[in-house]
């Protein structure tokens, strides 16, 4: 404990609840001494001993200090102490509380730390509830349930005395082959913001912060490998990388995280121009920025821009990153060299500490009467939070294909082969608390239910199903660490002749999450090509040889090459990691108890070699007569089938064939459902610019609304479209609405246009910035 002297007066300033938050942070700036500064921009991770990886190059911190020195003068955040190892929440608690009173002890000031903890897929955190992985929440194209996960997921947070959650990603899928895809929103840059922004507002209701990342162009390292150089220009980075931030900035995120990557040889913890002149400057932000992990000290260690820990902690400071997460490393005695040597101007920490103060000021952690949580058993994963994860992975679940076989009729003998279909890794994003931590305690109980497919299916009340389970082969991890059978021929042959002998084979394919190189997907575990791992391709074809009708049912983080078997497939269904819940969501629309009614937020490639490419190119990233090599998707993005099929009965333009530049179109959509089964369509319109003045995608999605339609029901779905939503980065790099005739393409997929409502936007070129409107007005009402 350090012994400071501290003024004596009734109630300082800066402890006045009812002062302005500037107020109290100015005065108690102006109280600190420089390591006392330095101490709140720093962080601690106490990671047990039997802890394995959980952060890319967990090693390469140096100085990380001990608990005593790291809180001697104050500690700005404390790194995840339930997502670390398996802890009940009582002894969470309780240790948080214990920890809180040493910090708290050891400063004069008797300030706390800021508690942050991953939360990507639900609170990681052992026994908490697991919903789906975030391309999945992109996949349901609905909002609504995005932000009720989210206030969930802060109400359980809050429960606990966790002040910040490290989600949601942002990063705009560019390489398939890349492996964090199931941590992202998706190939566009609409879904992403739309859906990053309904995640901010649900965790931010209830006064956990959100934390975007990774600002900015992290997905689009060269050849889908992870943290690798990003090879962009400044339009692409403007117009794909940077809108979905100003949506969920917008939405009022409290916290941005830095990308690891470089761009043009800037690496983003050392990018001015990112971190303070786009971000704050341009786009106006006022909170935190916080350091992706060890992602200071790699400026030393891994991009060899920094001579030395105190240099990388002057340029992460300069640039705009205000505290260095997960420990102390740059942001200690490397930091306060640089400002006692003057190579550092100590109003680079006071700005930093600013921002730090006030968050904590907002969260009450600079109130006299703050008090940690009690310690108290807290139900991680109560019913209402199974029954939330079980409507997300329900909605999540795509239909690509079907020649009737689904949903599978009663009293049929089903195969039931695959890796994937009993095992309950099958469910689980990297991001997970089973996959992410659990992985490094072989054997421990992962605190909550996740049943498997198998499981789901043999005990389903509503078919009299006789199904018979093959594993037929191991996932196909590098290095065989998913458990490969004793006899792999044998096992090959016994799924063969399993799928032989039955009336339907289904096959449970795909991938093991895990974390450098310990999955097929997830942080570290990029591909070379996108074929189905190991032998499951293999399988595959030998199931499809026996004649039996096969469905293929895609348990994934990323899409994969089917090109060579959808032909032969009676079906395919698709569940990107779809949480614990994931087994039933599956069954239920496997036995048609619910409607497949997911959208791809990723296309299914129509080759795996054709990487990078999304829907969102330009004309000649289309296929043309020019190369051989064809990226037209198999399966496009925005594509999702039903059991049944909404009838478009009407697709008009309300406001008429002109659309002022600084005015508003109308599209509307009468839709019906004539069939005997509830239905749900997305309707979704995509812009395409006829001639722009520079090259534009063949066509952008600009609005997306989800219509539920009963039996019988008739609906109008009116979609508003302002003119700023046509906007691009224009020949001098700013941004403009441009006149000139555009198309608005109307229908079910990027590849399935119902219509196409020609309309000239009209008026003078007109310049638009970051409060220019983002989103269309939607509404739906019965006709």
């Given at each position: 404990?350090?012994?400071?002297?501290?003024?004596?007066?009734?109630?300082?300033?800066?402890?006045?609840?009812?002062?302005?938050?500037?107020?109290?942070?100015?005065?108690?700036?102006?109280?600190?001494?420089?390591?006392?500064?330095?101490?709140?921009?720093?962080?601690?991770?106490?990671?047990?001993?039997?802890?394995?990886?959980?952060?890319?190059?967990?090693?390469?911190?140096?100085?990380?200090?001990?608990?005593?020195?790291?809180?001697?003068?104050?500690?700005?955040?404390?790194?995840?102490?339930?997502?670390?190892?398996?802890?009940?929440?009582?002894?969470?608690?309780?240790?948080?509380?214990?920890?809180?009173?040493?910090?708290?002890?050891?400063?004069?000031?008797?300030?706390?730390?800021?508690?942050?903890?991953?939360?990507?897929?639900?609170?990681?955190?052992?026994?908490?509830?697991?919903?789906?992985?975030?391309?999945?929440?992109?996949?349901?194209?609905?909002?609504?349930?995005?932000?009720?996960?989210?206030?969930?997921?802060?109400?359980?947070?809050?429960?606990?005395?966790?002040?910040?959650?490290?989600?949601?990603?942002?990063?705009?899928?560019?390489?398939?082959?890349?492996?964090?895809?199931?941590?992202?929103?998706?190939?566009?840059?609409?879904?992403?913001?739309?859906?990053?922004?309904?995640?901010?507002?649900?965790?931010?209701?209830?006064?956990?912060?959100?934390?975007?990342?990774?600002?900015?162009?992290?997905?689009?390292?060269?050849?889908?490998?992870?943290?690798?150089?990003?090879?962009?220009?400044?339009?692409?980075?403007?117009?794909?990388?940077?809108?979905?931030?100003?949506?969920?900035?917008?939405?009022?995120?409290?916290?941005?995280?830095?990308?690891?990557?470089?761009?043009?040889?800037?690496?983003?913890?050392?990018?001015?121009?990112?971190?303070?002149?786009?971000?704050?400057?341009?786009?106006?932000?006022?909170?935190?920025?916080?350091?992706?992990?060890?992602?200071?000290?790699?400026?030393?260690?891994?991009?060899?821009?920094?001579?030395?820990?105190?240099?990388?902690?002057?340029?992460?400071?300069?640039?705009?990153?205000?505290?260095?997460?997960?420990?102390?490393?740059?942001?200690?005695?490397?930091?306060?060299?640089?400002?006692?040597?003057?190579?550092?101007?100590?109003?680079?920490?006071?700005?930093?500490?600013?921002?730090?103060?006030?968050?904590?000021?907002?969260?009450?952690?600079?109130?006299?009467?703050?008090?940690?949580?009690?310690?108290?058993?807290?139900?991680?994963?109560?019913?209402?939070?199974?029954?939330?994860?079980?409507?997300?992975?329900?909605?999540?679940?795509?239909?690509?294909?079907?020649?009737?076989?689904?949903?599978?009729?009663?009293?049929?003998?089903?195969?039931?082969?695959?890796?994937?279909?009993?095992?309950?890794?099958?469910?689980?994003?990297?991001?997970?608390?089973?996959?992410?931590?659990?992985?490094?305690?072989?054997?421990?109980?992962?605190?909550?239910?996740?049943?498997?497919?198998?499981?789901?299916?043999?005990?389903?009340?509503?078919?009299?199903?006789?199904?018979?389970?093959?594993?037929?082969?191991?996932?196909?991890?590098?290095?065989?660490?998913?458990?490969?059978?004793?006899?792999?021929?044998?096992?090959?042959?016994?799924?063969?002749?399993?799928?032989?002998?039955?009336?339907?084979?289904?096959?449970?394919?795909?991938?093991?999450?895990?974390?450098?190189?310990?999955?097929?997907?997830?942080?570290?575990?990029?591909?070379?090509?996108?074929?189905?791992?190991?032998?499951?391709?293999?399988?595959?074809?030998?199931?499809?040889?026996?004649?039996?009708?096969?469905?293929?049912?895609?348990?994934?983080?990323?899409?994969?090459?089917?090109?060579?078997?959808?032909?032969?497939?009676?079906?395919?269904?698709?569940?990107?990691?779809?949480?614990?819940?994931?087994?039933?969501?599956?069954?239920?629309?496997?036995?048609?108890?619910?409607?497949?009614?997911?959208?791809?937020?990723?296309?299914?490639?129509?080759?795996?070699?054709?990487?990078?490419?999304?829907?969102?190119?330009?004309?000649?990233?289309?296929?043309?007569?020019?190369?051989?090599?064809?990226?037209?998707?198999?399966?496009?993005?925005?594509?999702?089938?039903?059991?049944?099929?909404?009838?478009?009965?009407?697709?008009?333009?309300?406001?008429?064939?002109?659309?002022?530049?600084?005015?508003?179109?109308?599209?509307?959509?009468?839709?019906?459902?004539?069939?005997?089964?509830?239905?749900?369509?997305?309707?979704?319109?995509?812009?395409?610019?006829?001639?722009?003045?520079?090259?534009?995608?063949?066509?952008?999605?600009?609005?997306?609304?989800?219509?539920?339609?009963?039996?019988?029901?008739?609906?109008?779905?009116?979609?508003?479209?302002?003119?700023?939503?046509?906007?691009?980065?224009?020949?001098?790099?700013?941004?403009?609405?441009?006149?000139?005739?555009?198309?608005?393409?109307?229908?079910?997929?990027?590849?399935?246009?119902?219509?196409?409502?020609?309309?000239?936007?009209?008026?003078?070129?007109?310049?638009?910035?970051?409060?220019?409107?983002?989103?269309?007005?939607?509404?739906v009402s019965e006709a």
């Open positions: 404990m350090t012994d400071h002297p501290i003024e004596q007066q009734d109630t300082p300033v800066w402890q006045d609840p009812t002062a302005r938050v500037e107020d109290r942070v100015d005065d108690l700036v102006a109280r600190m001494t420089l390591t006392e500064k330095v101490g709140q921009l720093a962080s601690i991770w106490l990671v047990p001993d039997d802890a394995g990886d959980m952060a890319p190059m967990q090693g390469a911190a140096t100085s990380v200090p001990t608990w005593e020195a790291a809180i001697a003068d104050g500690l700005g955040h404390l790194t995840r102490p339930f997502g670390s190892a398996p802890v009940d929440p009582e002894t969470g608690l309780g240790r948080i509380a214990e920890q809180q009173a040493q910090v708290r002890a050891a400063n004069r000031f008797g300030i706390p730390a800021q508690v942050h903890e991953e939360c990507l897929t639900g609170l990681n955190a052992w026994g908490a509830t697991i919903y789906p992985t975030p391309v999945s929440w992109a996949a349901t194209f609905d909002p609504d349930l995005v932000e009720r996960m989210g206030r969930q997921i802060g109400d359980l947070m809050a429960r606990l005395g966790i002040h910040q959650g490290l989600a949601p990603v942002l990063d705009v899928t560019r390489d398939l082959r890349w492996g964090r895809v199931e941590e992202t929103l998706g190939e566009d840059p609409y879904v992403v913001g739309t859906m990053a922004a309904a995640y901010v507002r649900g965790l931010q209701a209830s006064g956990v912060a959100a934390t975007l990342k990774h600002f900015l162009g992290y997905s689009a390292s060269r050849a889908g490998r992870n943290l690798a150089p990003v090879s962009m220009g400044t339009r692409e980075l403007a117009d794909v990388m940077l809108p979905p931030f100003e949506m969920a900035l917008r939405a009022g995120a409290r916290s941005v995280m830095n990308a690891y990557t470089d761009i043009d040889g800037i690496p983003s913890a050392a990018d001015r121009a990112l971190l303070t002149t786009l971000l704050r400057d341009t786009l106006g932000f006022e909170g935190t920025v916080v350091a992706d992990y060890f992602s200071v000290a790699f400026l030393h260690h891994l991009h060899r821009m920094a001579a030395d820990l105190g240099e990388a902690a002057r340029l992460s400071l300069e640039a705009g990153i205000d505290v260095e997460l997960p420990s102390e490393d740059a942001y200690g005695a490397p930091l306060l060299e640089e400002v006692t040597s003057g190579r550092l101007d100590e109003k680079v920490v006071d700005r930093a500490l600013r921002r730090v103060l006030e968050h904590k000021c907002e969260l009450g952690l600079l109130d006299p009467d703050w008090a940690p949580v009690e310690p108290a058993a807290v139900d991680l994963d109560p019913p209402e939070a199974r029954s939330l994860a079980r409507d997300l992975a329900r909605r999540a679940v795509v239909l690509l294909d079907n020649d009737g076989t689904l949903p599978l009729a009663a009293g049929l003998r089903v195969a039931l082969v695959g890796p994937n279909a009993d095992t309950a890794d099958a469910m689980l994003g990297c991001y997970t608390f089973p996959m992410h931590v659990l992985a490094h305690h072989p054997g421990h109980d992962p605190g909550l239910a996740i049943p498997t497919l198998r499981e789901v299916l043999a005990d389903d009340p509503d078919r009299d199903l006789d199904v018979v389970h093959e594993r037929g082969c191991a996932v196909g991890v590098p290095g065989g660490t998913d458990d490969e059978p004793d006899d792999p021929e044998a096992a090959l042959k016994a799924a063969v002749a399993a799928a032989a002998g039955a009336d339907v084979c289904v096959a449970v394919l795909g991938d093991r999450a895990g974390l450098f190189g310990r999955g097929t997907s997830g942080e570290g575990c990029d591909v070379a090509d996108l074929r189905l791992p190991g032998r499951q391709e293999e399988l595959l074809e030998r199931l499809l040889a026996t004649g039996t009708p096969v469905v293929a049912v895609l348990l994934v983080g990323r899409p994969y090459d089917l090109s060579r078997q959808a032909d032969r497939l009676a079906a395919v269904l698709c569940g990107f990691f779809l949480g614990e819940e994931g087994a039933g969501a599956v069954a239920d629309v496997l036995l048609g108890r619910c409607e497949p009614s997911g959208r791809l937020p990723v296309s299914f490639p129509g080759s795996g070699g054709a990487q990078p490419a999304t829907y969102l190119g330009a004309p000649l990233a289309q296929r043309t007569d020019v190369t051989s090599v064809d990226p037209t998707a198999l399966y496009p993005f925005g594509h999702g089938l039903g059991y049944a099929r909404a009838t478009w009965d009407r697709v008009a333009l309300r406001s008429g064939d002109t659309w002022a530049t600084d005015g508003v179109a109308e599209v509307e959509v009468e839709l019906v459902n004539e069939s005997d089964r509830d239905v749900s369509e997305v309707v979704q319109v995509y812009l395409h610019d006829r001639a722009a003045s520079v090259v534009r995608p063949e066509q952008r999605l600009v609005a997306a609304l989800r219509v539920d339609l009963p039996v019988g029901a008739r609906r109008v779905a009116r979609i508003g479209l302002h003119a700023d939503l046509t906007a691009f980065t224009g020949r001098d790099l700013a941004r403009i609405v441009e006149p000139g005739r555009v198309e608005l393409r109307v229908g079910r997929s990027s590849a399935d246009h119902v219509a196409v409502l020609e309309v000239d936007l009209t008026g003078a070129e007109r310049p638009v910035g970051p409060d220019r409107v983002l989103e269309p007005e939607t509404s």
